[in-house]
């Protein structure tokens, strides 16, 4: 499974890069918004850390606006992947960009039937949000488990990107879905790494090494 980080704060970004885990990222106006900082700039600083796939969103209702800032945003470099939300117009708009040879990801999916359809018009990712679908007492995973089984039945080669990612749990059902991408905001990513045992077992390995006369560090 891809792993990619959910943020807009280079920091994060890099930090993550740094473990030798990342294999892209994506964004959404909130995650900027969150920076403070001027998309441009934020998006270019992504884009240069980042060589493998980085999530744009859109932000027109209308397919002609969804096109129009996807060049924009694909004009920023070549890992860009132009975002845009699971609705009919959203829908012209993947048939065109994807029929031009750029990459999309149709955001804010939230059923399987809305993910056949997104398959269908030829987009490059599918992210439906599991968290949201949580929050309102429907199981986000097994949406998950529908995607991936749809688009297995029929060859569809859209990837499932675990998108609104909350706990390390959902990281686990995820992989076992058979998701092709998860992304994860900054927090759960270092959580995935933690365990007491870990912590517990350096601690005594440290203190006997102490006791160990003679040590070359
Ligand atoms: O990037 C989209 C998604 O991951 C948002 O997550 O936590 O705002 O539902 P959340």
Redesign the pocket.
Known sequence: MKIFI?SGDINEIKEANSMGILDGV???P??IAKTGRDFKTVAKEILHEVKGPV?L?TVSLNAKGMIDEGHFLADLGPNVVV?IPSTTEGLKAIKQLTSEGLQTNC??CFSSNQALLIAKAGSTIV?P?V??LD?ISERGMDLIRDCVQIYKNYGYKTEVLV????NPIHVKEASLCGAHIC?I?FAVIKQLMQHPLTDAGIDKFLKDWEKVPSKPF
């Open positions: 959910d994506t964004t959404n909130s995650l999530s969103e975002k955001t804010l992210s949000f968290g949201r929050d998108a609104s990612i909350r992304t905001p």
